[in-house]
């Protein structure tokens, strides 16, 4: 059982550039959540999905867009990066959004030039 | 606004017992959450209170007072391998997790 699986490990992207982070759960959770932790500041909430089908803002959403088609796979695209966009980022997964416990993949660390 | 506040940094001897602090104002509460982060890696699940009082797992207890907007996590019998970052957050009124910037932890022999 491989839990969550963030793709790629690390990326060095040039600014102006189109990068798509990959997320996979295979738990059957219903809820995933997209963060990006930035050092002296806590984890930032990007986006989430509650279930398949929805998606919905978090605290930091504005250059990046998630689609939710299927249960396991919680894409985050970044549509033309920026250094501000410099960030390790965490995909995190629930069975529901008022369960107890979220799971965090691996993370990918991003570095736009 | 949502504000969780943590130190930044402690420091304790192996084997001794140290204590993490977190105060929080927040809109709404739906519980308290205490994750441990060793670096280059992902958080894991450490505690979750959501009523008052302590929660004891193993060597790590967890602390809530509601009222008074506070938590600690309690680490006892300390290991080298306890030396990570110590992140506490809140579920706000809308069951998402605020989070503070973390607690690290350097652990000496």
């Known amino acids: 059982i491989a839990g969550i699986t963030q793709a790629p490990t690390s990326q060095i992207l040039a600014a102006g550039r189109r990068m798509t982070l990959r997320c996979t759960q295979d738990?059957?959770?219903?809820?995933m959540y997209w963060y990006r932790q930035d050092l002296g500041l806590g984890l930032r909430l990007i986006h989430y999905?509650?279930?398949?089908?929805?998606?919905g803002k978090g605290e930091v959403p504005d250059g990046y867009s998630v689609s939710r088609a299927n249960t396991d796979d919680f894409p985050l695209t970044l549509a033309s990066a920026v250094p501000s966009q410099t960030s390790v980022y965490f995909c995190?997964?629930?069975?529901?959004?008022?369960?107890?416990?979220?799971?965090f993949g691996p993370g990918t660390r991003l570095t736009v030039l | 606004g949502q504000n969780i506040d943590q130190p930044t940094e402690m420091t304790a001897t192996e084997g001794a017992i140290v204590q993490i602090n977190c105060t929080y104002q927040?809109?709404?509460?739906?519980?308290l959450f205490w994750y441990q982060q060793h670096a280059g890696e992902a958080p894991t699940f450490l505690s979750y209170?959501?009523l008052d009082g302590l929660e004891e797992k193993g060597r790590f207890s967890s602390f809530l007072s509601r009222s008074k907007g506070y938590s600690y996590l309690l680490l006892k019998e300390l290991q080298m391998k306890d030396s990570a970052s110590y992140l506490c957050?809140?579920?706000?009124?809308?069951?998402?997790?605020?989070w503070g910037a973390g607690t690290k932890l350097i652990i000496k022999p």
């Open positions: 995190a997964s629930s069975e529901d959004t008022s369960s107890d416990t979220q799971y």
């Open positions: 738990m059957r959770h219903n809820a």
């Open positions: 999905s509650n279930t398949a089908g929805t998606t």
């Open positions: 927040t809109s709404g509460f739906n519980g």
């Open positions: 209170n959501v």
């Open positions: 957050a809140v579920k706000d009124s809308n069951y998402q997790l605020i």
